[in-house]
């Protein structure tokens, strides 16, 4: 069973506002993950971290960044909220460790809305 | 470039009975992974079933089997005695083997899954 959280599960925020999408998994994994999600669509991944001080971009072009300080902590950022970034944000984990398979897990996801 | 394919949009099946969705993937590596995860309209991503290119036997887990068919390229997810918890939409996804190994998963266009009382 996956213990991977965000917060908060729904935001409707006003343009121009800076905000933060919270994950945090507790399994100790290495490797995080964001992506981005319409509605009814595929995932794309937007940003990705092997460890601590380890981040990517992933193959969406996105204006949110990520930091990771700490390995159970995975934070998404948005300095200034557009329309255009409304979308689900979902974060998964996965551990190295399992080498061949290496399972993504995923939380449950932020709704975004920006009006 | 690494692809999957989904070609079912909707489909419907009845209670009980078993139904299959289809997933198609394109790569030049001799080495990958195939994953599904259904997606309920909660909006979470919840693990399924796993197949890796040099798994010889299919993939079970539970009322989930995946057709493996490795010449054409095709990863089935066969659902079988459905129930209306399985309402959802479902993704096949394969992890990008590319270069940095970095686990990434590129994902198909999903699939709606109706199961009819």
């Known amino acids: 069973e996956a213990d991977i959280y965000q917060t908060p599960r729904y935001l409707v925020i006003g343009t121009g506002k800076k905000i933060t999408l919270e994950c945090s998994q507790t399994?100790?994994?290495?490797?995080m993950y964001w992506y981005q999600q319409d509605p009814g669509m595929e995932l794309h991944l937007i940003h990705y971290?092997?460890?601590?001080?380890?981040?990517e971009k992933g193959d969406l072009s996105s204006e949110s960044t990520v930091s990771r300080i700490r390995t159970e902590h995975f934070p998404l950022t948005l300095e200034s909220a557009r329309p255009s970034h409304t979308s689900q944000y979902l974060c998964?984990?996965?551990?190295?460790?399992?080498?061949?398979?290496?399972?993504?897990?995923f939380g449950p996801g932020t709704r975004l809305l920006v009006l | 470039a690494q692809k999957i394919t989904q070609t079912q949009p909707g489909m419907f099946v009845q209670e009980k009975e078993a139904v299959t969705l289809d997933c198609t993937y394109d790569?030049?590596?001799?080495?990958?992974?195939l994953f599904w995860y259904k997606q309920p309209s909660s909006g979470e991503m919840i693990f399924l079933i796993y197949?890796?290119?040099?798994?010889?036997q299919n993939a079970t887990e539970g009322r989930y089997s995946l057709n493996f068919q490795k010449a054409r390229k095709s990863a089935n997810l066969v659902i079988s005695a459905s129930q209306l918890g399985d309402s959802a939409m479902y993704f096949c996804?394969?992890?990008?083997?590319?270069?940095?190994?970095?686990?990434?998963?590129?994902f198909g266009q999903g699939t709606t899954l109706q199961v009819k009382p």
């Open positions: 790569t030049s590596d001799p080495s990958y992974g």
């Open positions: 399994m100790g994994h290495d490797k």
């Open positions: 998964a984990s996965s551990d190295v460790r399992q080498m061949y398979q290496e399972t993504q897990y």
């Open positions: 996804a394969m992890r990008d083997s590319g270069s940095s190994n970095t686990g990434k998963l590129i």
């Open positions: 197949q890796g290119s040099y798994d010889q």
């Open positions: 971290s092997y460890g601590v001080n380890s981040t």
